[in-house]
Every structure is written in structure tokens, then in C-alpha cells.
């Protein structure tokens, strides 16, 4: 079995008192959050500003400290079963702008709701309550 393990995050937006986070449509056809692998020698945090700014042009964000949230599943490559483990991190944009790189076909910025009903997995869809859940409990825009 092999064994990976990405970093990656929630990124939000607050448009006034209302929250939009971000998606992105990956060339496998499921819709997610940016994320990527964790490279030799890096700390996580800089995993996930280095994922956020290639894979969305985003540079201007800030962690949101007290939450991390670990997710785990399992997928087949070129007959091999992958174990892959992935770390999410919140994290306001400052900036709404996206530049899109070539892993990914298109992205959306939407509210809670839609975004529950269009991330592809429920290990996603769970990162997304805890995420939502959090900010709501520190007063949603911190
Ligand atoms: P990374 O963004 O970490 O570099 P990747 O783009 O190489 O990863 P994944 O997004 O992990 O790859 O997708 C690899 C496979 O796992 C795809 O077939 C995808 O559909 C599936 N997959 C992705 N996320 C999940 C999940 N949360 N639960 C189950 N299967 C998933």
C-alpha cells in the first residue's frame, strides 16, 4: 500500500457578514478545496500558502488559529491502493481574484449551503461543517 499525505485548506471570503468559501474542480471531476502534497523538509503551514497561491493565484491570506482538521481516505493508482491522509487548514482570503492553474478546470466561490451540495466527497462535506461550525462560533468574519 502507498502512503500519502497532502495539506490544504479552507479558504473563505467575507463579503460583508456573509461567508463564501472556494472550490475547485479537479481534473478527476471532483469538486474540493485546494490542497497538495506536503513537500521534503516543509513545514505544513507553508504547504498550504504554497498550494493556495499555484493553484489559485492567491496570496493575500491570513490562518485562522485554533483549527485544523484531519481527513483520511482511500484511492487506486495504476493498481496500487493508496492511503492518503490530508491536514485542512481555515483561511481568510483577502482577495476574491482567482488564477486557476492547469491541475484544475474551473473553481466557484459560493455560500455554506451550495457549497456543502457541490464538494463531491462527505469527508469534504464534513471538513466544510467543521469549518462553518468554527467561524460561526468566533463570530463568522474574525
Ligand atoms: P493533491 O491535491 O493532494 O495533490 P491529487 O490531485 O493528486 O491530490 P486527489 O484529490 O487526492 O489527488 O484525488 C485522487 C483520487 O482520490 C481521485 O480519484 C479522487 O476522486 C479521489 N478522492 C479525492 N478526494 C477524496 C475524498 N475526500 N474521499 C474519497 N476519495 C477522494
Same mark, same amino acid.
Given at each position: 500500500?502507498? %502512503?500519502?499525505?497532502?495539506?490544504?485548506?479552507?479558504?473563505?471570503?467575507? &463579503?460583508?457578514?456573509?461567508?463564501?468559501?472556494?472550490?475547485?474542480?479537479?481534473?478527476?471531476? %471532483? @469538486?474540493?478545496?485546494? !490542497?497538495?502534497? #506536503?513537500? &521534503?523538509?516543509?513545514?505544513?503551514?507553508? *504547504?498550504?500558502?504554497? =498550494? #493556495?497561491?499555484?493553484? *489559485?493565484?492567491?496570496? $493575500?491570506? +491570513?490562518?485562522?488559529?485554533?483549527?485544523? %482538521?484531519? #481527513?483520511?481516505?482511500?484511492?487506486?493508482?495504476?493498481?496500487? #491502493?493508496? $492511503?492518503? !491522509?490530508?491536514?485542512?487548514?481555515?483561511?481568510?482570503? /483577502?482577495?476574491? $481574484?482567482? +488564477?486557476?492553474?492547469?491541475? /484544475?478546470?474551473?473553481?466557484? @466561490?459560493?455560500?455554506? =449551503?451550495?457549497?456543502? !451540495? !457541490?464538494?463531491?466527497?462527505? +469527508?469534504?462535506? &464534513?471538513?466544510? +461543517?467543521?469549518? /462553518? $461550525?468554527?467561524?460561526?462560533?468566533?463570530?463568522?468574519?474574525?
Amino acid at each position: 500500500m502507498l %502512503h500519502e499525505k497532502s495539506a490544504g485548506a479552507v479558504v473563505f471570503y467575507c &463579503e460583508g457578514n456573509s461567508i463564501e468559501y472556494l472550490l475547485l474542480l479537479y481534473e478527476a471531476g %471532483h @469538486w474540493d478545496f485546494p !490542497k497538495g502534497n #506536503i513537500e &521534503e523538509g516543509e513545514e505544513i503551514v507553508e *504547504t498550504v500558502r504554497r =498550494e #493556495i497561491f499555484e493553484e *489559485t493565484g492567491i496570496k $493575500n491570506i +491570513t490562518f485562522v488559529p485554533g483549527f485544523k %482538521h484531519e #481527513i483520511r481516505y482511500f484511492y487506486k493508482k495504476m493498481g496500487d #491502493i493508496v $492511503n492518503k !491522509k490530508v491536514i485542512f487548514y481555515l483561511v481568510r482570503s /483577502h482577495e476574491k $481574484n482567482v +488564477t486557476l492553474s492547469s491541475e /484544475h478546470k474551473d473553481y466557484m @466561490w459560493l455560500d455554506y =449551503e451550495n457549497a456543502l !451540495k !457541490k464538494l463531491t466527497y462527505k +469527508t469534504a462535506k &464534513e471538513t466544510l +461543517t467543521k469549518a /462553518h $461550525n468554527f467561524l460561526i462560533s468566533i463570530g463568522r468574519c474574525p
